[in-house]
């Protein structure tokens, strides 16, 4: 554990607590969370939560998120949720462990903020797989929640709780569409440049599999901002840019910025817990284009320089 540390000046700041730091999206979140002036104090909890950067004004507490440990809390005025499984695959084969990482930690929560945080506010993180079946390329945050992989199914038991636990006021759930970025060693960028080097092109699906792509500082940001407005925003919001894009499209866009002529070729096999279309509704998007708006090539280019510096001597 890190000792506690002063805090920034500012009787309109917030304090914040993040669960689930070490993360793709968490230590992002932590980076943009301890760049806004808005906040004066963090504290993040969970498993490795000491080994990701954080801020001098910030403490870490290590460990399995569950009462004991939120016990030793500071009560926050902003929750973030970033816990959960990694990925869709892990999940299918491994359900309950996927389901353990979320919904004891959640249960926990729940039981603190009913009990001694009145007044703390939940942003979960969720995820778009809670639409599943229903995922289309106008998917709306009313789209009936048809799950098709355990990872999903933990997303929409997880929301549920949420709902039944606490009031309208004190939680909004972020349903994020396809995120990627630099720290992102898993999924279908990282897997590809992976196959590019070792001349291995094919990919699972038949290519026409439509994604809506969303840059991770776009999101942490989206997700900062409804911290500090926690009453400006939506109870329920997708985080999508509404611009859904083939996985053939994608591929191809991202060989040409790594410098090669190749392309993608498919088995057409579909991976269990992939929807054919997953694409936010661009209508409903609209009051968000100011937050998500990395272009998908641009956003590709600064992955794939992360990508090549983890090659450099």
Same mark, same amino acid.
């Given at each position: ?17 993040? *669960? ?28 490795? %939560? ?20 939120? +016990? ?12 959960? +499984?990694?990925?869709?695959?892990? !999940? ?34 969720s995820s778009a797989a809670v639409y +599943?079946?229903?995922? !289309? ?20 038991? !997880? ?20 995120? =990627? ?57 997708? %985080?999508?840019?509404?611009? +859904? ?16 002529? !190749?392309?993608?070729?498919? %088995? ?5 817990g992939d929807p054919d279309r997953l ?16 272009? *998908? ?5 600064? =992955?794939?320089?992360?990508? %090549? ?5």
């Open positions: 554990m890190i000792g506690r540390v002063s805090s920034r000046s500012g009787s309109d700041q917030r304090r914040a607590l993040v *669960l689930g730091n070490a993360g793709f999206i968490g230590r992002h979140l932590t980076d943009a969370i301890s760049r806004s002036e808005s906040f004066n104090y963090i504290e993040v909890a969970g498993f490795h %939560a000491s080994n990701a950067p954080i801020p001098s004004f910030a403490r870490a507490l290590e460990g399995r998120v569950d009462s004991q440990l939120l +016990g030793k809390c500071s009560r926050p005025d902003v929750i973030f949720w970033a816990i959960g +499984g990694a990925s869709v695959g892990d !999940s299918v084969r491994n359900p309950e462990h996927d389901r353990q990482l979320s919904i004891p930690p959640l249960n926990d929560l729940l039981e603190l903020m009913a009990n001694q945080w009145r007044g703390s506010h939940l942003v979960f993180l +599943g079946a229903s995922g !289309s390329e106008e998917t709306r945050t009313d789209s009936p929640l048809l799950a098709v992989s355990p990872y999903g199914e933990s997303k929409v038991a !997880s929301e549920r709780m949420i709902g039944e636990s606490l009031e309208d006021s004190e939680y909004t759930l972020v349903r994020p569409f396809s995120v =990627y970025g630099p720290g992102l060693r898993r999924q279908l960028i990282w897997e590809a440049l992976a196959k590019l080097a070792s001349g291995d092109l094919v990919f699972f699906g038949t290519g026409d599999e439509m994604r809506d792509w969303v840059h991770v500082n776009d999101l942490v940001q989206l997700l900062v901002q409804i911290g500090v407005r926690t009453d400006g925003f939506p109870r329920i919001l997708n %985080a999508g840019t509404g611009l +859904g894009t083939s996985v053939r499209d994608v591929l191809g866009l991202l060989f040409q910025i790594a410098g090669s002529s !190749s392309q993608p070729t498919f %088995a057409g096999t579909k991976r269990i694409v936010a509704c661009p209508r409903e998007q609209a009051p968000l284009t100011g937050y998500l708006k990395t272009t *998908l090539n641009a956003g590709l280019r600064d =992955y794939v320089r992360w990508h %090549a510096s983890l090659h450099r001597p």
